[in-house]
C-alpha cells in the first residue's frame, strides 16, 4: 500500500502552511475560480455534514450552503481560528487515512487536491489517489455523494509530466520552485479511478477565465492546457 514519502508531506504542509491566505485570495480574484465555485455552489448546497479534505484554510465554495463543514488537512489546526466560518471544524489529518468514523458523511469534497497526493513515482501518485478515494467511499454514508474539483491536462502532455515528475521532485522547495511537486492527471484517468469504487459518475470540464494557477503562480490561461474538470459520483 502506498503513501506519501515524508519529502512529499513536508512540501505541502510547508508551502501551504505559509500561502493559504494568498491561495485563498487568488482563487476568490480570478475568474476561472469563479466558475468553480459556481459548480462546486450547485453541488454543495442543501448539504447536511461534508467533510472538505485538503482544505488547506481555502474555501472553493460558499460555506453558508452547508450546515456543517469538517476541514481536513495536514496542518488546519495550526492556523487562526478565524481562518474558518462558524459552521467549519478544522481537523488535521491526512486523506489517504482518515481519522474519521465509517458512513457518517452526506457528502466529500476534494477540491483541487488529487495532485497534490505526490509519492516518489508517477505510480505511486496514482495508488494515493485511488487510496484517498476508498477513504472518501469509506467515510460516505450509503447515498453520499464524492464531489472532486481537479485540474486536468491533455494525454500529450500527461506524458511531459510523467518524465519530468522525478526532476520536480528533486527541486521542488528551492529557489527554483517552491512549489510541491504535483502531476496534474488525464480527465478519464481520473474518472476510471473514481468508477472502480463509485456509482453514477458525471464529469465534465468547466469553463476558464484569463488567468489559471500553475505551480503556485498565476499563469495565462492561453499558455497552459491545464483546465479544471467536475467530477461527481454516489456511494451506493
Known amino acids: 500500500m502506498t503513501d506519501q514519502d515524508e519529502q512529499s508531506r513536508a512540501a505541502n504542509r510547508d508551502f501551504f502552511t505559509h500561502e493559504h491566505e494568498w491561495y485563498a485570495a487568488a482563487i476568490a480574484e480570478l475568474a476561472t475560480y469563479r466558475y468553480s465555485r459556481e459548480a462546486l455552489n450547485n453541488e454543495v448546497a442543501g448539504t447536511h455534514l461534508l467533510l472538505d479534505i485538503g482544505n488547506g484554510g481555502a474555501f472553493d465554495y460558499d460555506?453558508?450552503?452547508?450546515?456543517?463543514?469538517?476541514?481536513?488537512?495536514?496542518?488546519?489546526?495550526?492556523?487562526?481560528?478565524?481562518?474558518?466560518?462558524?459552521?467549519?471544524?478544522?481537523?488535521?489529518?491526512?486523506?489517504?487515512a482518515l481519522n474519521e468514523e465509517s458512513d457518517q458523511y452526506d457528502a466529500v469534497?476534494?477540491?483541487?487536491?488529487?495532485?497534490?497526493?505526490?509519492?516518489?513515482?508517477?505510480?505511486?501518485?496514482?495508488?494515493?489517489?485511488?487510496?484517498?478515494?476508498?477513504?472518501?467511499?469509506?467515510?460516505?454514508?450509503?447515498?453520499?455523494?464524492?464531489?472532486?474539483?481537479?485540474?486536468?491536462?491533455?494525454?500529450?502532455?500527461?506524458?511531459?509530466?510523467?518524465?519530468?515528475?522525478?526532476?520536480?521532485?528533486?527541486?521542488?522547495?528551492?529557489?527554483?520552485?517552491?512549489?510541491?511537486?504535483?502531476?496534474?492527471?488525464?480527465?478519464?484517468?481520473?474518472?476510471?479511478?473514481?468508477?472502480?469504487?463509485?456509482?453514477?459518475?458525471?464529469?465534465?470540464?468547466?469553463p476558464v477565465g484569463p488567468f489559471i494557477l500553475q505551480f503556485g503562480w498565476r499563469f495565462p490561461t492561453a499558455l497552459t492546457p491545464a483546465r479544471p474538470y467536475l467530477f461527481v459520483a454516489n456511494k451506493t
Request: hydrophobic letters at 45%; one cysteine or more; charged letters at 25%.
Open 63 to 96: 460555506t453558508n450552503l452547508v450546515d456543517q463543514i469538517i476541514a481536513v488537512d495536514l496542518f488546519v489546526e495550526d492556523l487562526p481560528r478565524e481562518t474558518f466560518p462558524p459552521n467549519v471544524t478544522p481537523k488535521n489529518g491526512d486523506a489517504l
Open 109 to 206: 469534497l476534494l477540491a483541487m487536491l488529487l495532485h497534490h497526493l505526490s509519492g516518489p513515482t508517477v505510480d505511486a501518485v496514482l495508488e494515493n489517489t485511488q487510496r484517498a478515494f476508498e477513504e472518501a467511499f469509506r467515510v460516505l454514508k450509503p447515498g453520499g455523494r464524492i464531489i472532486v474539483l481537479e485540474s486536468c491536462v491533455p494525454r500529450w502532455f500527461y506524458r511531459v509530466e510523467r518524465t519530468l515528475y522525478p526532476a520536480l521532485r528533486r527541486i521542488s522547495g528551492t529557489k527554483l520552485l517552491r512549489h510541491p511537486p504535483v502531476l496534474q492527471m488525464r480527465a478519464p484517468i481520473v474518472a476510471d479511478l473514481l468508477n472502480r469504487r463509485f456509482d453514477s459518475l458525471r464529469w465534465h470540464r468547466l
